[in-house]
């Protein structure tokens, strides 16, 4: 069974780059197939993909955020991040990381992470 | 790119049955599967149709999904409803390496 867990601060300060790690147990990135994605949810709001990587790197991102967005994939530690920078309060929301498959089906989740934008 | 348009929320009785659409703003809804999540109060969305109508292991088949060409829109269907199926619904499809959901759909049953 894959779990997933986000993990990172709950707060940033305007302006400052958000940091996020997703680590993932119970199946290895490298195997290949899958695409490790970040979703978010602002709150009472509907969900809005981020951007996904697969294994070898490469990386798709949704373009209304791709100027502020870094995904990156450390296959060593089975673990892929999110960076999101210049943030403000419109970035608070809670974050979750899941794999998709080739055709974007998202199967398995993390339980997600509130981050909190605030001076 | 293009967008997934639900209806805000739907009520119906226990019993009864629903239907909630996604209407395709652009493109044709046969080019890339739906799929269709549920979302209860402070938990991660789980799949409950993928591929348009498929169901996965462990959901009920009073859950089924369907497309409509003819009006660019995918469609969930639960019947039999029960207070348990009370929730946020989203539709979701791709293009172009880019992933769309649609706004969401909150599922009373009273």
């Known amino acids: 069974q894959v779990q997933l867990q986000e993990s990172g601060p709950g707060l940033v300060k305007p302006s400052q780059t958000l940091s996020l790690t997703c680590t993932v147990s119970g199946g290895s990135i490298s195997s290949g197939g899958y695409y490790w994605s970040w979703i978010r949810q602002h709150p009472g709001k509907g969900l809005e993909w981020i951007g996904y990587?697969?294994?070898?790197?490469?990386?798709y991102y949704n373009p209304s955020l791709k100027s502020r967005v870094t995904i990156s994939v450390d296959t060593s530690k089975n673990q892929f991040s999110l960076k999101l920078s210049s943030v403000t309060a419109a970035d608070t929301a809670v974050y979750y990381c899941?794999?998709?498959?080739?055709?974007?089906?998202?199967?398995?989740w993390g339980q997600g992470t509130l981050v909190t934008v605030s001076s | 790119n293009f967008m997934l348009t639900q209806p805000h929320s739907v009520s119906e009785s226990p019993g009864k049955t629903v239907t909630i659409s996604c209407t395709r703003s652009?493109?044709?809804?046969?080019?890339?599967?739906v799929q269709w999540y549920q979302q209860r109060p402070g938990s991660a969305p789980t799949t409950v149709i993928y591929?348009?109508?498929?169901?996965p292991s462990g959901v009920p088949d009073r859950f089924s999904g369907s497309i409509d060409s003819s009006s660019n829109s995918a469609s969930l269907t639960i019947s039999g409803l029960k207070t348990e199926d009370e929730a946020d619904y989203y539709c979701q499809s791709y293009d172009s390496s880019t992933v769309v959901f649609g706004g969401g759909t909150k599922l009373t049953v009273l």
């Open positions: 652009s493109g044709s809804i046969a080019s890339n599967y």
């Open positions: 899941a794999r998709a498959d080739i055709v974007a089906i998202f199967d398995y």
């Open positions: 990587i697969y294994y070898s790197g490469s990386t």
């Open positions: 591929e348009d109508n498929q169901r």
